[in-house]
């Protein structure tokens, strides 16, 4: 038998307490225990990109990540970003450019979206296709997501 940890997390802006198991992976306590189900799962390897969410502040994998690993962390999923009433900014700029395409890299590609946004200039589509070029868009829809993410990268700086 497995001895379970305590963790406490902040997600999303609240804190959680849970035991978890010590091979729990980040993205199966995201999805399984929270209900948090916008973080996606698609390799299990970390090649994707589908489970990106932000710890502490930088963009991580949550396949590769265990769950015992987080304590004391903050963790940010795609679900703090806005709501199906009020998208964020970023969220509002992959449906009007149509980045959305099936929508399962979608939350993946968000999030990595907001760790480029926070640490680069992304002065050119080079600079945004190299910092997205770890997630997978299996629509191949590329092109819309960077448009996207080159949309909202004048108004971050607008706003500074």
Known sequence: MTAEHDIAVTIN?????????????????????LGLTGTHVGCEHGVCGACTI????????????????TDGAIIET????????KLSPLQEAFRTCHGLQCGFCTPGMLMTCMDLLKKYPLASDD????????????????QHIVEALRSVVPKKERAA
């Open 13 to 33: 802006g609240c804190t959680v307490r849970a035991r978890v198991e010590p091979r729990m992976l980040l993205s199966d306590f995201l999805r399984h225990e």
């Open 54 to 69: 932000l710890l502490d502040g930088d963009s991580v994998r949550a396949c590769l990540t265990l769950a015992v690993q």
């Open 78 to 85: 795609v679900e703090s970003l806005g709501s199906a009433e």
């Open 127 to 142: 600079q945004i296709r190299e910092g997205l070029s770890g997630n997978l868009c299996r629509c191949t829809g590329y």
